[in-house]
């Protein structure tokens, strides 16, 4: 949200924005880390759509996976031990982990899929084994001139 564009994007940093949007950005891991205190997740004790879709801004910026050290600018580690409890949780469930290799452009390349289109796409598609059958290919074109 603001958050993001004030503190990490801004090409002209400025105080006022960074602390107005900190301080919202708190306010909520607050609301969170105390319901989450009772909760194992949003709607209660089972995963549901909540979780789905706040996993991806909160999940993501307790983790320290989305602004450059905007974990530690927030001191969540500190502060909101159930927001990260419950962002672990979530970041190891197999369709999660799927989910966030596709599209990704970044990164080892066994954890990046460029488009998904069939479920063994996971397992035979992503940069690595792409590679590695673009070097096999032109091994075989290679040898095959050379016959």
Known sequence: ???????HYAHQKQRYPINRFTMETKRQL???????????????DEYSIADIANFP????????????????????????????RWAKSIAE???????NIVNRTSGPLEERLRERHDASDFETKTEDKLQQQSTSEEGSRKRAKTS
């Open 57 to 84: 801004w909160h999940g993501s910026l307790v983790l320290g996976k989305s602004y450059a050290d905007s974990d530690v600018f927030l001191n969540v580690r500190e502060e909101y031990p159930h927001v990260i």
């Open 93 to 99: 469930r197999p369709a999660v982990k799927r989910g």
């Open 30 to 44: 607050d609301v969170l880390n105390k319901h989450l205190e009772k909760n194992e997740y949003l709607a209660g």
């Open 1 to 7: 949200g603001n958050f993001g564009h004030f503190y």
